[in-house]
């Protein structure tokens, strides 16, 4: 399964504000043998359960780190418990991530805090090389608000180009085997 770093989506609700963001990044990749209609809720479900082992172990480091400075957190305890009943609804939170925006092919996680705010676009769109199958693209976008949040992704920001093409894989890997869509 290839995952290529793409340009953003201009489907996506976020593309009329991409010129407010300070960073922006898109990664995508092909879910095949999925002709039929994706669950848009089971691909947002399928985010918090994707990630690398490495992945969460840094992301626990990072909760530990910035609460020290009165940064939001979220734990990993906290979505495991969550994940049963999350319905990937606008308002729900799953672990730091709040669920902004729902549609049909796109859901919308992120969280505004006092250094920066994020948001993670979770697209999927009829695939431009087989129309028989649909791509997903993960986007995320980030809006300093000072130097604490700029200071804050500079760390980040190779992790993250990372992690989240892993994420991508696992996501669509899964989505695949567990056959998490409608036909």
């Not at 995508?28 to 089971?42: A, F, K, P, V, Y």
């Not at 709040?98 to 948001?119: A, P, Y």
Request: glycine fraction near 8%; charged fraction near 30%.
């Amino acid at each position: 399964m290839k995952i290529t770093k793409t340009k953003f989506p201009e489907k996506s609700v976020l593309s009329p504000r991409k010129k407010d963001f300070d960073y922006i990044d898109s990664f995508q990749g092909e879910l095949t043998d999925c002709g039929g209609n994706i669950d848009i809720s089971e691909i947002g479900k399928a985010f918090f359960t994707s990630g690398p082992k490495w992945g969460k172990k840094m992301f626990a480091f990072r909760n530990k780190a910035v609460g020290i400075f009165g940064l939001k957190t979220g734990s990993e305890a906290e979505t495991r418990q969550k994940e049963k009943n999350f319905k990937c609804e606008v308002g729900e939170r799953m672990g730091l991530f709040k669920v902004f925006d729902k549609t049909s092919n796109e859901i919308v996680l992120g969280e505004d805090d006092k250094h920066l705010d994020f948001r993670v676009s979770l697209l999927v769109e009829k695939s431009k090389v087989d129309p028989d199958e649909n791509s997903l693209t993960i986007s995320t976008t980030v809006k300093y608000h000072n130097w604490l949040g700029v200071l804050y992704f500079l760390p980040v920001r190779p992790f993250h180009k990372l992690i989240v093409p892993a994420m991508l894989k696992n996501m669509i890997g899964q989505l695949e085997k567990n056959k998490l869509y409608t036909v």
